[in-house]
């Protein structure tokens, strides 16, 4: 059976949003801990929900501190990048008649304030943020989520992400996991199929269509 429902997360997969992350996440501890701690030591937070990663953290009020660290990833909005070859991957895979989604750890105040001036939210036409869902990545409620709103079966969903969370949720959500090699710089993910740039998907579904598996 061929895909028909392509999801995306969206940090580290679409778009190129480590250095923000992390430098943010870095000045909002300083501000909130008295510690800067170094960059290495941060990279857990990238692929889960902001909350979860704070809570972490020796933070009381982490409501204050998901609003003090957006404004500090504000400071590094130029930084933040669409990956080169993902705008003409989603035109691609739109002539193809492929529906496409996200499913992503960001609220939807984050997905609109990090996302959509990107100019490339028109390809989706589901989304999924964290506060659709009461559990998130690595658990798969939010692929459910999805599925069952856009009326996607398993075996025709496929889930494009750059980080051990989502290929987690999606093993867990019983569906096919490709891996952004270009986002996450590592093969020790577990995968279906690995991605060494954004345009390699298109060889993937056309060869899960000619085959007809």
């Given at each position: 059976m061929r895909y028909k429902q392509?999801?995306?997360?969206?940090d580290g997969t679409l778009i190129d949003t480590e250095y923000a992350v992390l430098r943010s996440l870095q000045e909002t501890l300083k501000t909130l801990c008295?510690?800067?701690l170094p960059l290495e030591k941060l990279n857990f937070a990238l692929g889960i929900t902001g909350e979860d990663a704070l809570k972490r953290f020796p933070i009381k009020d982490i409501s204050s501190a998901l609003d003090l660290w957006n404004k500090n990833m504000c400071k590094y909005s130029q930084n933040v990048t669409v990956f080169d070859g993902i705008p003409e991957l989603l035109e691609r895979l739109a002539e193809s008649g492929y529906k496409m989604g996200?499913?992503?750890?960001?609220?939807r105040e984050e997905y609109e304030n990090d996302?959509?001036?990107?100019k490339i939210h028109q390809y989706f036409s589901?989304?999924?943020?964290?506060?659709?869902t009461s559990e998130h990545k690595p658990m798969p409620a939010p692929l459910l989520k999805y599925m069952k709103l856009a009326g996607a079966g398993h075996n025709e969903t496929l889930y494009v992400g750059d980080s051990k969370y989502d290929g987690m949720c999606a093993g867990k959500a019983g569906i096919d996991f490709a891996?952004?090699?270009?986002?996450?710089?590592?093969?020790s993910i577990w995968a279906d199929y690995y991605l060494a740039k954004p345009l390699d998907l298109v060889?993937?579904?056309n060869e899960k269509d000619k085959n007809g598996e």
């Amino acid at each position: 059976m061929r895909y028909k429902q392509i999801v995306f997360d969206i940090d580290g997969t679409l778009i190129d949003t480590e250095y923000a992350v992390l430098r943010s996440l870095q000045e909002t501890l300083k501000t909130l801990c008295g510690e800067s701690l170094p960059l290495e030591k941060l990279n857990f937070a990238l692929g889960i929900t902001g909350e979860d990663a704070l809570k972490r953290f020796p933070i009381k009020d982490i409501s204050s501190a998901l609003d003090l660290w957006n404004k500090n990833m504000c400071k590094y909005s130029q930084n933040v990048t669409v990956f080169d070859g993902i705008p003409e991957l989603l035109e691609r895979l739109a002539e193809s008649g492929y529906k496409m989604g996200i499913v992503t750890s960001k609220t939807r105040e984050e997905y609109e304030n990090d996302f959509v001036p990107h100019k490339i939210h028109q390809y989706f036409s589901t989304v999924i943020c964290a506060e659709d869902t009461s559990e998130h990545k690595p658990m798969p409620a939010p692929l459910l989520k999805y599925m069952k709103l856009a009326g996607a079966g398993h075996n025709e969903t496929l889930y494009v992400g750059d980080s051990k969370y989502d290929g987690m949720c999606a093993g867990k959500a019983g569906i096919d996991f490709a891996l952004a090699a270009w986002g996450s710089h590592t093969q020790s993910i577990w995968a279906d199929y690995y991605l060494a740039k954004p345009l390699d998907l298109v060889k993937v579904v056309n060869e899960k269509d000619k085959n007809g598996e």
